[in-house]
């Protein structure tokens, strides 16, 4: 009678160990950027690579040449209009000279058709801003290319990801196992993360350059203005 007693006693006390004991830690497994690239598929990330780094060369080579065109120089217009009302062409040109920028270069021009009737110094002051404003948007449309293409290629690999993972569906029949689907199902959650990515930054690097360039572009006209009222105002 009392050999089941013990065995109730033992039982109950495995029943509370098994209750008390810890858990083992879930292992956490990590991807390195570089592994999540290769999960991509060279077909898909290749081009999206490329895309990115023509991007970066545009938005940081486009940057800087805007930066270079918002400089203003101090007193430039002040100059220019002491200059032309002293009758000094060739002084006003050699300042337009060392100020490299497009104002100055635009100016340039219009002080070499001192001279001719104001509509036409005012015509081809027009026609240099608009090679100006040309050479700063030169390289945006590709950058907008980008942000459209970039996201539709990542989709691309997302289609082509569950293609994947549907046919190896098909050839294991019922006894598929998730491992034989992870490999479509993240290069489809792969390539259209990294289309996106690429995507947005390129699409917000090409508003606020165009941004910039208008404000390039309203400078112009502003001293566009300003030079047109120097020819028709009076020497003081």
């Known amino acids: 009678m009392q050999l089941p007693l013990f065995a109730q006693i033992e039982q109950a006390r495995q029943v509370i160990d098994q209750a008390n004991a810890v858990p083992p830690e879930p292992v956490m497994e990590t991807i390195s950027i570089w592994e999540l ?3 991509g598929g060279w077909y898909i990330m290749g081009p ?5 780094l023509i991007a970066i060369y545009i938005i940081i080579e486009r940057s800087m040449a805007i930066r270079r065109a918002l400089k203003e120089e101090k007193d430039f217009m002040n100059k220019i209009r002491d200059y032309i009302h002293e009758g000094k062409i060739d002084s006003a040109r050699n300042l337009c000279a060392q100020t ?3 104002i100055s270069r635009m100016l340039d021009k219009g002080i070499s058709r001192i001279g001719k009737p104001l509509k036409d110094i005012e015509v081809s ?4 801003g608009k090679l100006e404003v040309y050479q700063l948007e030169k390289g945006l449309s590709v950058l907008a290319t980008i942000s459209g293409a970039a996201p539709m290629i990542g989709f691309l690999g997302t289609v082509i990801g569950m293609i994947v993972t549907f046919h190896t ?3 294991s029949g019922a006894g598929v196992e998730i491992a034989q689907l992870s490999g479509g199902i993240m290069q489809a959650m792969v390539t259209t993360v990294a289309g996106l990515v690429i995507g947005i930054i390129a699409y917000v690097a090409y508003n606020t350059l165009v ?3 208008n404000k390039v572009v309203q400078n112009m006209e502003a001293t566009t203005i300003a030079f047109m009222d120097v020819l028709e105002s009076p020497a003081k």
């Open 37 to 39: 690239i290769q999960n």
């Open 48 to 52: 999206l690579g490329i895309m990115s």
């Open 100 to 102: 490299v920028s497009p």
């Open 125 to 128: 002051i027009e026609n240099s």
């Open 169 to 171: 569906m098909k050839i």
């Open 211 to 213: 941004a910039r360039v």
